[in-house]
């Protein structure tokens, strides 16, 4: 610990938080790359992904309530 001086720190924090980056990388795009297509991700991480569930869901919903 005292060889790394001021620099200790850093090295217990950015070594797990760039492990779980790199790790989370390798996961999606090298063994399964394609389970999303890019625009499903995009809209996961705005929020404004809605699966075909969700709207079936919804279509129920809107017949049964009358206006």
Same mark, same amino acid.
């Given at each position: 610990?005292?060889?790394?001086?001021?620099? *200790? +720190?850093?090295?217990?924090?950015?070594? @797990? /938080?760039?492990?779980? /980056?790199? *790790?989370?990388?390798? !996961?999606? !795009?090298?063994?399964?790359?394609? %389970?999303? %297509?890019?625009?499903?991700?995009? *809209? /996961?991480?705005?929020?404004? !992904?809605?699966?075909?569930? &969700?709207?079936? &869901?919804?279509?129920?919903?809107?017949?049964?309530? +009358? @206006?």
């Amino acid at each position: 610990m005292q060889k790394l001086g001021p620099f *200790a +720190s850093q090295v217990f924090w950015v070594g @797990p /938080i760039g492990g779980g /980056i790199l *790790a989370s990388l390798l !996961y999606n !795009y090298l063994l399964f790359p394609r %389970s999303m %297509s890019m625009s499903t991700r995009v *809209a /996961i991480v705005k929020g404004t !992904y809605e699966s075909e569930g &969700e709207w079936e &869901e919804k279509e129920k919903s809107m017949e049964m309530t +009358s @206006p």
